[in-house]
């Protein structure tokens, strides 16, 4: 089994394809096999750097605070372990926060950044939708959220009827939850949930000096498309894609335009 020891952590990851290398980082929850409709279009042309997150999967979970911040030092750690100086960095949802912090506090070690489904933190585009907060059994008049009163189970099973369209969510996604939560581990769930909530670069945007194409579906229930819009405002190199129809994981669900879209941006020039 691959694991890199990085940041304190036995981090798995997988390796695919040849050429460039372009790191994957997925979100909340999410472990490497969420690239499945990716992995074959984009190994032909990159090398492919996918793992498990912090909390997740067969990457360890430890107990402590989770930052998005701290998460990013995770993946420049693997970048590090694999001899891999410079590349391209994709995220989303959760992984786009993370993918944020790697472009601001390490930029020498980004060639093309790809911002998909994600937030620049709390601030007017509202990044965790009150609905969401309400099924997770967090109490929305408190000053803060309390994120140790959060009900696991709960928050997934609402994060997850979010993110997909409700047509599919019903036929696949709700029948496999049970056991995908089995297989994924609750642990660090709680640990990467207070990262997100967490996160905030809004005021840092503007140092990110990497090409940026920043992707939003406009039916996202989780995370509004108004959050791309500020972030690619922000962002001085920045390209915004809405794609017409597309829920929070439209790279799933609309996966060849989403292929085609990464692959024309990366491959460009």
């Known amino acids: ?13 997988k390796l695919h394809g040849q050429g ?31 793992f498990d997150n912090r909390g997740v999967g067969k990457t360890d979970k430890p107990g402590e605070s989770y930052t998005t911040r ?24 959760l992984g786009g926060m993370i993918a944020q912090e790697v472009a601001i506090n390490y930029p020498q070690r980004v060639r093309k950044l790809v911002l998909v489904s994600t937030t620049a933190g709390a601030d007017e585009t509202s990044d965790v939708p009150s609905e969401l907060l309400r099924a997770a059994g967090v109490d929305e008049g408190s000053a803060e959220v309390d994120i140790r009163s959060v009900d696991i189970n709960k928050l997934m099973r609402s994060l997850n009827s979010l993110a997909f ?4 969510y019903k036929m696949f ?16 769930l ?9 996160h905030s670069t809004l005021d840092r945007l503007h140092l990110i000096e990497a090409l940026t194409l920043v992707m939003t579906g406009s ?3 989780l995370v509004p498309p108004r959050s791309s819009e500020v972030i690619a405002n922000r962002i001085p190199n920045a390209r915004l894609v ?28």
């Open 219 to 221: 039916e996202d229930r």
């Open 190 to 198: 709680l640990g990467q949930f207070e990262a997100a909530v967490g």
């Open 1 to 13: 089994m691959p694991t890199a020891n990085v940041n304190g952590i036995n981090m798995y990851y």
């Open 70 to 93: 701290t998460m990013a030092d995770d993946t420049i750690g693997l970048m590090d372990c694999l001899g891999i100086d410079k590349a391209h960095i994709l995220g989303v949802s």
């Open 20 to 50: 460039e290398p372009l790191v994957l980082i997925m979100g909340l929850g999410g472990g490497h096999g969420g690239w499945f409709f990716q992995i074959r279009a984009f190994r032909k042309y990159f090398r492919l750097i996918t």
């Open 165 to 168: 369209n409700r047509r599919l």
């Open 242 to 269: 809405k794609v017409e129809g597309g829920s929070h994981t439209f790279l799933a669900e609309m996966r060849s335009r989403f292929n085609r879209e990464v692959l024309d941006f990366l491959g460009d020039g």
């Open 173 to 188: 996604v709700l029948p496999l939850s049970n056991v995908y939560m089995k297989w994924i581990g609750t642990e660090g």
